[in-house]
C-alpha cells in the first residue's frame, strides 16, 4: 500500500528536496486600479505573448509544480487568461488568480467554475465605500468588487479576500474577518506596507501611525488562525522557503524565487526553467543565505518575536541579510 499525503506534507518535502512545487505568473503591470499603495511603479506592460506563457507553464509542470498562481497588475485584463487557465487545468495544476475582481462577471465566473480553479484571491480594504474606493481611486469599485465575490460563492469558487492595513483603513479588518466567516471565505490581513519594486519608499508615509500595538496583536491572531490548518513543519532556521520550492516569472521574462524577493535569477528569453532550477549558481547562493538566519538577527532580543523577510530586507534595508526594518517595527510593538 503506498503512502498517503495531503497537500501539506507534499509542500512540505518539496522544501526539504529542492523540488518545484509552485509557479507564479505576474502576467502584466497593466491595473484598472489605482492604489495608493501599489509597489508596481508604472502600470504599462500587457506581458508575455500566449504561447511564451504557455511555455513557461509546460516547463514548470515539466519539473513537477503543481500550482500556478496567475498575477498581475491586473491579471483579467489579459484576453487570454482563460486560456491559460484552461491550459493550466490540462496539466493537471491547482489554479489561483489573484485580482481586484472588478472586471468580472457573471458570464465570467461561470466558466471559471467549470474550470475548477482551487481559488480566487481578492483585496477588500473595507466594507465602507468611501474607504475602500479612496485607496483603489476608483469610484464604485467595492460594490462591483462585492457583487462578484457573491458571485464567485454563487458558482462554489473558493474566495480568499486580503486586506493590507494603512492609516486609512487600519481597523477595517475587524468587519471583514466577520463578513468573511460568515461567508466561508479565507481572510488575511497585514500591517505591512512595503516599498515599491524599484525601492521608492513613498508607500511608507501610508503606513499605520497610531494604534500599532493592539493593530499588530489582533492581526497576528487572526494570521494564526487561519494557518493553524494547514501549518507547514520546516527546519526552524530557515529564513525564507520560497528558493527551494518555487519560482516567480514577471512579465518581462525576469525570474525570482518570489514576488517580493527581487533577486533575479535569469529571464525566459535566455534560459529554460530546468536549467535555473538545477544549473544556476545564483539560486543555489539564494538558497544557502535563505537556509539560515542572518547573524544579525541571531543576538537580537526581538527574535522570538519578529517575522523578517528576507525580501524586503534586501528591498527597503539594501541586503538579504540585514535586519528588516519593517519586521523590526512590527516586532517592538508584539513586545
Known amino acids: 500500500m503506498g503512502n498517503n499525503y495531503d497537500l501539506v506534507d507534499i509542500e512540505r518535502i518539496s522544501i526539504e528536496d529542492k ?36 511555455g513557461i507553464i509546460k516547463q514548470a509542470r515539466d519539473l513537477g509544480a503543481f500550482n500556478v498562481t496567475f498575477n498581475g497588475g491586473e491579471c483579467l485584463l489579459r484576453k487570454d487568461l482563460l486560456e ?7 496539466l493537471y495544476m491547482r489554479v489561483f488568480i489573484m485580482s481586484n475582481g472588478i472586471a468580472l462577471d457573471e458570464d465570467y465566473i461561470r ?43 454563487k458558482y462554489n469558487i473558493s474566495v480568499r479576500i486580503k486586506t493590507p492595513l494603512m492609516e486609512y483603513n487600519k481597523f477595517e479588518y475587524r468587519k ?29 508615509d501610508l ?46 521574462g525576469k525570474i525570482y524565487a518570489c514576488n517580493t524577493l527581487f533577486y533575479e535569477l535569469g529571464n525566459v528569453y535566455d534560459d529554460t526553467l530546468e536549467k535555473i532550477w538545477f544549473k544556476n549558481d545564483k539560486l543555489e ?12 538577527c541571531e543576538n537580537c532580543a526581538l527574535l522570538s518575536k519578529c517575522k523578517r523577510c528576507p525580501g524586503l530586507s534586501l528591498l527597503e534595508d539594501g541586503n538579504i541579510l540585514k535586519c528588516s526594518s519593517t519586521a523590526k517595527r512590527l516586532a517592538e510593538k508584539r513586545v
Open 111 to 153: 466558466k471559471l467554475s467549470k474550470l475548477h480553479i482551487a481559488e480566487f484571491s481578492t483585496t477588500i480594504f473595507s466594507l465602507d465605500e468611501k474607504i475602500h474606493d479612496k485607496i483603489t481611486q476608483v469610484p464604485g469599485s467595492l460594490k462591483k468588487t462585492m457583487e462578484n465575490i457573491q458571485l464567485l460563492k
Open 176 to 204: 471583514l474577518r466577520d463578513y468573511c466567516l460568515r461567508n466561508d471565505f479565507s481572510f488575511m490581513t497585514s500591517p505591512s506596507i512595503f516599498s515599491k519594486a524599484n525601492g521608492d519608499t513613498a508607500p511608507h
Open 19 to 54: 523540488r518545484l512545487y509552485s509557479l507564479m505568473l505576474v502576467m502584466l503591470t497593466k491595473c484598472n486600479a489605482k492604489c495608493v499603495h501599489c509597489y508596481i511603479p508604472e502600470h504599462q506592460d500587457y506581458g508575455m505573448d500566449t504561447y511564451r506563457v504557455k
Open 207 to 252: 503606513q499605520i501611525k497610531r494604534d500599532l500595538s493592539i493593530i499588530v496583536k489582533e492581526t497576528d491572531e487572526i494570521i494564526h488562525s487561519e494557518e493553524k490548518v494547514s501549518q507547514i513543519t520546516i527546519k526552524p532556521e530557515y529564513s525564507c522557503t520560497a528558493p527551494f520550492n518555487s519560482l516567480d516569472v514577471q512579465y518581462d
Open 285 to 296: 547562493r539564494l538558497r544557502n543565505l535563505c537556509k539560515f538566519s542572518s547573524s544579525e
Open 84 to 90: 491559460l487557465v484552461s491550459y493550466a487545468r490540462s
